[in-house]
């Protein structure tokens, strides 16, 4: 869809397609109206962070990747090696 309006190179889908994956990420990688709507947020925030400092778009969209990763992260319970090797 972006072909026709703009000059394509080889890594022309690059930032984008990383763009599609934070937004998979964001949504949780469960089903897919999760990750629709996590890149509902994606595209609301980039717009926002382009309204304020379009220089600095993808650092807003990207950086935004890190609590996510954080939050799930430590919501996990932790489980020790020896107790995941008896039920193993």
């Known amino acids: 869809m972006i072909g026709p309006t703009t000059t394509l190179y080889y890594d022309s889908g690059f930032i984008i397609g990383l763009k599609a994956f934070v937004g998979a990420i964001v949504g949780g990688l469960v089903s897919y109206p999760g990750t629709a709507l996590g890149a509902l947020l994606v595209g ?45």
Request: hydrophobic share 50%.
């Open 44 to 88: 609301t925030l980039e717009s926002f962070a382009s309204f304020w400092n379009s220089a600095l778009k993808e650092v807003v969209v990207f950086s935004a990747l890190i609590p996510v990763l954080l939050w799930r992260s430590l919501s996990l319970g932790q489980v020790d090696e020896e107790d995941a090797e008896l039920e193993g």
